[in-house]
Each structure stands twice: as C-alpha cells, then as structure tokens.
C-alpha cells in the first residue's frame, strides 16, 4: 500500500463486544484512517463481504482472529475472494511463536495470498522468520507500531472495584496494578511473587489486576488463584474482570499507585498493556528488553524512555530488585498526557499505509 495513493481498507473485524487487544488494535485503526477505511465482521456472508470490498484497495486481516476455531474458513475465503478482486491482503501478525501450533497452521492458507506481513514488532517478526511457514509469504514485510489500546476519556466512570481499591489506599495499602489478560507466559504471577515480598519487609500492598483471566486448556485461574493462596495473598487481590468501558478502566487506573510487569522475554513494543497504563501518568515498573533496538520503529515507545517515564529494571531481575524499584516509585505524583494516543494511532497507520 502507498501512502501518497492514501489506499482505501476494509478491516475485517468480529461481532465479540469483549474486545481484546487484537481486535481493539482492527477498529481504532479504521477509525483513525477516517472515511478511507470501513468495517466488516467476519462471517459466512461472501456476498456481503464482495459489497464491501468493492470501495476497498486492500483487505486487512488482524491475526490471531477471534474464536478462531469456530472460524476455521472465514478468514481463508475472506482472502481469497479479495486477491480475487485484484485487492490487496494485508496480513497484521500481533503474535506468532506464543500461540498454539494449530492456531499457527490454520493461518497457513492465508500466507500465499498476502501482499503485505505486519507484525507487533521485532520479536514477533523474527519468529515467524524462524518459522517453515515463513517460506509460504512472497508479499513485503513490516512492523508496526502497537499503539495503546485504550485512550482516556474526558471523566472516568466509577465501579464497584475502583471503590475497593480507594477504600484500600485511605488505609495506607500499596495499590500495586496490573492491566490486561492474565496469561501465563505474562508472568503475572511474578506480581504475587514481589507483593509477598514487600510483606516479609513490613509493607502492605493491595494488588490491582485490571483484566479477566484468558480462556484456554490451561488452569490459567486456578493456578493462580492458589499461588495467591500459598503466599498468604488471596484477601489482597483484586481481579476486576473485563471492563467495559475506558472510562471504568481509567477510573480504576487512577487508584493504582505504581503499576508493574515482568514479562518472559522482557518488555517489547507488541506490549500495548504497558502503553495503557503508561497513559494513567502512574509510573510503570517493567523489565527491560533482551534485544538492543527493540523499540527503534516505535515512536511512542521511544518518548516515553526518553522522557523516563518507564520505571526499567534488569531483564532478568530478581523478586527482590522488582521490589525495590516498586517502592522507590511508590509516591510518584501523576504525570498526565504520557502518551499522546492520537499521534501513535497516526504512526500505525502511517505502517500500515506504507507497507
């Protein structure tokens, strides 16, 4: 796609109204290219989808896709009928190695037929290089910037959950949060890890996940709900759930005193989590990426380093160096306008138009 041509899209989308990162990344992208670009759920309407294509240069498709398995075609058929067309099929991989190796094969067919890969960032793109399916793609190839997920509002909106964690900080608790899906290869355990060991060291923290636990073959809730139970944890630990509206989210952002993460393979700019509650102006705790450059096509990312409004930590810090640096956050006044989320859905779509 051309940036000077300003291509018109066709974003497929799903009809899920819990939206997660990938599809919430499909639909503030059509929104942020305008009239350009439309919208269009994904189904067994081919008719429908010719319609639509017929103002569009190219299709996008946003993988992974939505309960994928009960949607094994759609996004075969989807493809095949744009490059049919003469359109475009621009394929945006927000991750790849981390998925189950079926989810990975069911997206195979679609390899051929692309005219453009996009990935979340370096990482993701050097594992799909790794990858035998890689040999399928002849389209070119680039990666996007992941601009936060979530934009705030001009007022947020309470819950009963932002009242919670308010009541836990007028009693001096140290309101520790965490934004996004509770996975295992998040190591969000790793924040029951440090909480547990501010309590051997006499302080009182309260835990703030802001998200639901990811629905899968994995014990994903109950293992941690033990672990939380075995470090003496569990009436210390909020789990909000979805949350619905940005409004809600940053409502209950706005009682977090300090956020953090300690992910597998250290921070990367796929991490649109990160971003989000960067833009609450509470400092984030976050260990640093393995690879240099990590975040050299990632303007946002860059600002918010420069500017040191990322709390960095080693890669592969200890529990205990993830706690000190907690606590030497800990009173940080909020610092508003971090993320300026207009200009980093600009850059994406800027990716996306010059791929």
Same mark, same amino acid.
């Given at each position: 796609?051309?940036?000077?041509?300003?291509?018109?899209?066709?974003?497929?989308?799903?009809? /899920?109204?819990? !939206?997660?990162?990938?599809?919430?990344?499909?639909?503030?992208?059509?929104?942020?290219?305008?009239?350009?670009?439309? !919208?269009?759920?994904? =189904?067994?309407?081919?008719?429908?989808?010719r319609r639509a294509l017929a103002s569009a240069d190219a299709l996008v498709i946003n993988l992974p896709v939505v309960a994928w398995k009960k949607k094994l075609a759609e996004p075969v058929i989807a493809a095949g009928i744009?490059?049919?067309?003469?359109?475009?099929?621009?394929?945006?991989?927000?991750? %790849?190695?981390?998925?189950? %190796?079926?989810?990975? /094969?069911?997206?195979?067919?679609?390899?051929?037929?692309?005219?453009?890969?996009?990935?979340s960032s370096p990482e993701v793109a050097r594992q799909f290089a790794a990858s035998p399916l890689s040999r399928l793609t002849t389209g070119r190839r680039g990666i996007v910037p992941i601009p936060p997920n979530l934009i705030r509002p001009a007022a947020t909106a309470p819950t009963p959950a932002a009242a919670?964690?308010?009541?836990?900080?007028?009693?001096?608790?140290?309101?520790?949060?965490?934004?996004?899906?509770?996975y295992p290869k998040k190591q969000s355990t790793i924040v029951l890890d440090v909480a547990a060991r501010l309590r051997e060291r006499g302080e009182d923290p309260f835990l703030a996940f802001i998200g639901s636990f990811v629905k899968g073959s994995d014990q994903v809730e109950t293992d941690f709900r033990?672990?939380? &139970?075995?470090?003496?944890?569990? =009436?210390?630990?909020?789990?909000?759930?979805?949350?619905?509206?940005?409004?809600?989210?940053?409502?209950?952002? =706005?009682?977090?005193?300090?956020?953090?993460?300690?992910?597998? &393979?250290?921070? !990367?700019?796929?991490?649109?989590s990160v971003l989000a509650a960067a833009a609450s102006g509470r400092p984030v705790v976050v260990n640093a990426p393995r690879e240099p450059g990590a975040f050299e096509h990632h303007p946002t990312y860059r600002r918010l380093i420069d500017a040191g409004r990322l709390v960095m930590v080693p890669t592969e810090a200890s529990v205990d160096a993830l706690a000190d640096a907690v606590l030497a956050s800990r009173g940080a006044a909020p610092l508003p306008g971090a993320v300026d989320a207009a200009t980093a859905w600009r850059e994406a779509l800027t990716a996306v138009d010059t791929v």
């Amino acid at each position: 796609m051309s940036a000077q041509a300003e291509q018109r899209m066709l974003m497929l989308i799903s009809d /899920a109204a819990a !939206t997660c990162g990938v599809e919430a990344f499909a639909r503030h992208l059509a929104a942020t290219a305008g009239p350009r670009a439309a !919208t269009h759920v994904l =189904d067994h309407d081919a008719a429908g989808l010719r319609r639509a294509l017929a103002s569009a240069d190219a299709l996008v498709i946003n993988l992974p896709v939505v309960a994928w398995k009960k949607k094994l075609a759609e996004p075969v058929i989807a493809a095949g009928i744009a490059r049919s067309g003469g359109r475009g099929l621009v394929l945006v991989l927000h991750e %790849w190695a981390d998925l189950d %190796w079926k989810r990975r /094969a069911s997206y195979a067919p679609l390899l051929p037929l692309a005219t453009a890969v996009l990935f979340s960032s370096p990482e993701v793109a050097r594992q799909f290089a790794a990858s035998p399916l890689s040999r399928l793609t002849t389209g070119r190839r680039g990666i996007v910037p992941i601009p936060p997920n979530l934009i705030r509002p001009a007022a947020t909106a309470p819950t009963p959950a932002a009242a919670t964690l308010a009541a836990a900080r007028e009693q001096g608790r140290l309101i520790i949060g965490h934004f996004g899906s509770i996975y295992p290869k998040k190591q969000s355990t790793i924040v029951l890890d440090v909480a547990a060991r501010l309590r051997e060291r006499g302080e009182d923290p309260f835990l703030a996940f802001i998200g639901s636990f990811v629905k899968g073959s994995d014990q994903v809730e109950t293992d941690f709900r033990a672990r939380a &139970e075995t470090l003496g944890l569990a =009436d210390r630990v909020l789990v909000t759930g979805y949350v619905a509206t940005d409004a809600e989210v940053f409502g209950l952002f =706005d009682q977090v005193d300090v956020f953090l993460y300690a992910f597998a &393979e250290g921070l !990367t700019s796929r991490r649109a989590s990160v971003l989000a509650a960067a833009a609450s102006g509470r400092p984030v705790v976050v260990n640093a990426p393995r690879e240099p450059g990590a975040f050299e096509h990632h303007p946002t990312y860059r600002r918010l380093i420069d500017a040191g409004r990322l709390v960095m930590v080693p890669t592969e810090a200890s529990v205990d160096a993830l706690a000190d640096a907690v606590l030497a956050s800990r009173g940080a006044a909020p610092l508003p306008g971090a993320v300026d989320a207009a200009t980093a859905w600009r850059e994406a779509l800027t990716a996306v138009d010059t791929v």
